[in-house]
């Protein structure tokens, strides 16, 4: 058992009790971020005047070592440690002896965590950004490509009129976008050092606190030593976006699955992005979409463990908040894993367009467009959708489309229809008609593809 506070105690502590309070089999993740920090710390010490040049550099080189033979592999963090601070300040005093033990002057192992925490999580937010880039220009390409590939719209999962596949995956990169957005929001609002905070109500020391902001990449120091080593409020923002980054991939998943099943036919999964049955030898699943629709349940949940694990807690400091790690950690890394993999399953996969237009034909997809025409030619809408409704009726009882029946079949339904109705309904006028921004149409699209085309330069 290695300790940094054994001084005021007459015992030892319990083996249960101090692996029931021991963090490093989970805080070692950061060990990076930790070491990082304590080099910010020392730098400015030295800068303060509060250790010599000569410690810095002695403490410098110890740090360096221990994240090297960490790195190498020949430096294990162990269960022997509390937390990752404990492995770190050990070592180095190890190491160099003496002077390691100044390392920690004006510093709490409350900001400390606070700060690599933060450095953490600022780090993964770059990463999961890039990740939403990625899905972003895939979505972009396929968009492009798809914009005469008609398919059935859908409300009530029921056909509802026809739109095309760059439409429909307009959705989502709109969505995509929105959490980008977030993620660039939240980085933006916890971007300020908790380091100089101390326990909680800073120190006498002379810290530089500016010094160690900048140089950590941070905008500036936290302004309230009380709030910055007791705030998960950037947590709790950041496990809200990834659950609607997850909730967005699963919707998107379920539709996936859907398209690909034996029914539907509109898209192919890769066999890279499949899997088989261990014992119908026919099966090719989409394991990968199931797989992220189902993991969105684990992200919900951190979400939930957080905002619980915060509720009760008075100011400052206090253990349970050593509980913001495995499960934002876990969800951070699912969140990755999902939208790396969830991208090069629709990057790969083969779009059916036949199916897809052979689908948008059938269903009625045309029945909103048939009553357009009749309020065209003077019928007041609501009667329109009365005529419509008779003329499905009909074709139901045939098990015809709208655009086989003949002239005198809709005249008897109505005489204002003419010739001209078929091209009306027709899929190509039914969607390229509906050009205003936001709508299927060629042109409407064209205009939001060359929106995005900048917006994505501009990431
Ligand atoms: N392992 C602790 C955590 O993650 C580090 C901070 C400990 N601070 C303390 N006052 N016991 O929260």
């Not at 059916?352 to 909103?368: H, P, Q, V």
């Amino acid at each position: 058992m290695a300790q940094l506070w054994g001084g005021r105690f007459t015992k030892e502590t319990d083996q249960l009790v101090y692996n029931f309070n021991a963090s490093v089999s989970f805080d070692q993740k950061f060990y990076k971020e930790d070491i990082e920090g304590s080099m910010a710390h020392v730098k400015m010490l030295a800068a303060a005047g509060i250790l010599t040049e000569a410690e810095r550099d002695e403490i410098l080189d110890g740090l360096n070592g221990i994240l090297e033979d960490v790195e190498k592999g020949t430096l294990q963090i162990t269960a022997e440690y509390e937390d990752i601070h404990s492995f770190v300040e050990a070592n180095l005093i190890d190491r160099i002896g003496d002077t390691g033990k100044k390392l920690h002057t004006g510093r709490s192992r409350n900001d400390q965590v606070a700060l690599d925490m933060r450095l953490y999580t600022r780090k993964e937010i770059d990463s999961l950004k890039e990740l939403v880039k990625e899905l972003l220009a895939v979505l972009h390409a396929l968009m492009k490509e798809h914009m005469d590939t008609y398919m059935p719209g859908f409300t009530h999962l029921q056909k509802a009129q026809p739109i095309t596949l760059a439409h429909h995956l307009g959705a989502y990169m709109e969505m995509f976008k929105r959490d980008y957005g977030r993620l660039c929001d939240i980085r933006e609002r916890m971007n300020y050092c908790p380091l100089g905070a101390g326990a909680l109500a800073g120190t006498t020391y002379p810290l530089d606190r500016n010094m160690t902001a900048e140089l950590l990449n941070f905008k500036g120091p936290a302004l309230n030593s009380i709030d910055c080593v007791s705030d998960r409020d950037y947590l709790i923002e950041l496990l809200g976006c990834l659950s609607t980054v997850m909730m967005h991939l699963s919707r998107f998943s379920e539709e996936i699955i859907i398209w690909n099943s034996n029914e539907y036919r509109f898209v192919e999964l890769d066999d890279a992005y499949s899997t088989g049955s261990s014992i119908m030898p026919q099966k090719k699943n989409p394991d990968i979409a199931e797989l992220v629709r189902g993991k969105t349940g684990r992200v919900y949940g951190a979400l939930m463990q957080m905002l619980t694990t915060m509720k009760g807690i008075p100011l400052a400091y206090n253990k349970d908040m050593q509980e913001d790690k495995e499960f934002a950690f876990d969800a951070m890394d699912t969140a990755k894993g999902c939208l790396a993999l969830f991208t090069g399953m629709i990057k790969t996969m083969t779009v059916n367009k036949e199916n897809m237009r052979e689908s948008a034909k059938k269903g009625f997809t045309n029945a909103t467009d048939a009553a357009d025409y009749l309020v065209n030619h003077g019928v007041p809408f609501r009667d329109a959708h009365g005529i419509v409704g008779r003329l499905v009726l009909y074709c139901i009882e045939k098990d015809i489309a709208l655009e086989d029946m003949s002239l005198e079949e809709y005249k008897k339904i109505s005489p204002v229809f003419e010739e001209d109705i078929y091209e009306a309904i027709s899929l190509e006028t039914c969607v390229e008609k509906r050009e205003t921004i936001g709508a299927p149409g060629r042109k409407a699209m064209e205009q939001v593809i060359a929106i995005n085309e900048e917006y994505l330069k501009s990431l």
